[in-house]
C-alpha cells in the first residue's frame, strides 16, 4: 500500500471527513464507517481508509454500547454472530492476500467494491428493506450473517452489510438495536484492525492518525446529536443515503471501469 500523506492538505481533509462522519453518526445512530470509509478512499486505498477509522470507531461504538442495560444477555445472544464477524473478517483477510488483493495495484479492485458496497447500503435503506426474523433459524443464521459481514469489511472497510438489516429483523426495542448496533461494529472494527495489523497494513503513522481523528468525529458526533431534535431525522436520513448512492456510484465507475 503506498504511505498515507500527512502534509497539510491531506490532513485537513481527513479532519473534515472525521467531522462530517461524527455528525451523520451524531444524526441518525449510524454510518461513520460508511461515511469515513467512502470519503477517504477518494485518495487512498480502502484498507488505509479503514485502518484510519480504527480509534474514532471503537470511541464512538463502545459508547453506543455501553448506553443502555442489559449488555450482557445482549453479547450472549448475539456471541455467535460475533464470532462469525471474526472468522470472516480474518478468513477474508486471508483470502485477500493470497489473491494479491492487498497490494497498491489491486486497490482500484477493492475500490470498486468498496462503491458496491455503498450502493447496496444504501438502496436497502431507501427501499427500507426489512428481512423476516429468523425465528428458530436464528442459531445458524446469526453465526453466517456474521461470516459475510466479517468478509464485506475485510475488503471494503464497511461492516453494515448484512448486519445491519439483520439486527433490524431481531425485533429488539430500539435502546436494544442500538446497544446491537454498538456491539457488532465494536467487535468488527477489532476484528479488522488484528487483522490489518496482522497484515502489516496498520501502521504505527495510520494508528497516530487514527487517535487524533478521535477529535473531529467525537466534535462533528456532539453537533449531529444537538441538531438532530432541531431537524427533521428522516429527511437528513434521506439525504445522506442519496449522497451514499452518489459517492458509491463514484468509486464503482472508477474502480471497476
Known amino acids: 500500500m503506498p504511505s498515507l500523506q500527512t502534509d497539510p492538505s491531506s490532513l485537513a481533509f481527513i479532519a473534515s471527513v472525521f467531522v462530517l462522519a461524527g455528525f451523520v453518526k451524531g444524526m441518525v ?7 469515513g470509509v467512502g470519503l477517504l478512499s477518494l485518495v487512498m486505498a480502502p484498507q488505509q481508509a479503514a485502518a484510519l477509522l480504527v480509534a474514532p470507531s471503537m470511541v464512538t461504538n463502545v459508547w453506543q454500547l455501553l448506553a443502555g442495560p442489559g449488555v450482557g444477555a445482549l453479547v450472549r ?3 455467535p454472530m460475533m464470532a462469525g464477524v471474526c472468522a470472516g473478517t480474518g ?7 493470497r489473491l494479491g488483493w492487498l497490494t497498491p495495484a489491486a486497490a482500484t479492485r477493492a475500490e470498486g467494491a468498496l462503491g458496491l458496497a455503498l450502493i447496496l447500503y444504501a438502496v436497502l435503506g431507501l427501499l427500507r428493506v426489512q428481512l423476516p426474523p429468523p ?6 443464521a446469526g453465526p453466517a450473517v456474521g ?17 445491519v438489516p439483520y439486527l433490524a429483523s431481531l425485533g429488539l426495542d430500539k435502546d436494544e438495536l442500538i446497544q446491537a448496533l ?4 465494536t467487535v468488527s472494527t477489532v476484528a479488522l484492525a488484528a487483522g490489518l495489523a496482522a497484515g502489516g497494513l496498520f501502521a504505527p503513522g495510520a494508528a497516530g492518525l ?31 443515503l442519496i449522497g451514499v448512492v452518489a459517492l458509491g456510484l463514484h468509486l464503482a465507475v472508477r474502480g471497476l471501469a
Open 29 to 35: 445512530g449510524l454510518g461513520l464507517p460508511i461515511v
Open 77 to 79: 445472544r448475539l456471541g
Open 91 to 97: 478468513g477474508g483477510l486471508w483470502a485477500l492476500g
Open 135 to 140: 425465528g428458530r433459524t436464528e442459531r445458524w
Open 147 to 163: 461470516v459475510a459481514t466479517g468478509a464485506v469489511s475485510s475488503l471494503t472497510g464497511v461492516f453494515a452489510i448484512p448486519a
Open 182 to 185: 454498538g456491539l457488532s461494529f
Open 210 to 240: 487514527s487517535v487524533l481523528a478521535i477529535l473531529p468525529a467525537v466534535g462533528g458526533l456532539l453537533v449531529g446529536g444537538w441538531l438532530r431534535g432541531r431537524v427533521r431525522p428522516e429527511t437528513f436520513r434521506m439525504c445522506f
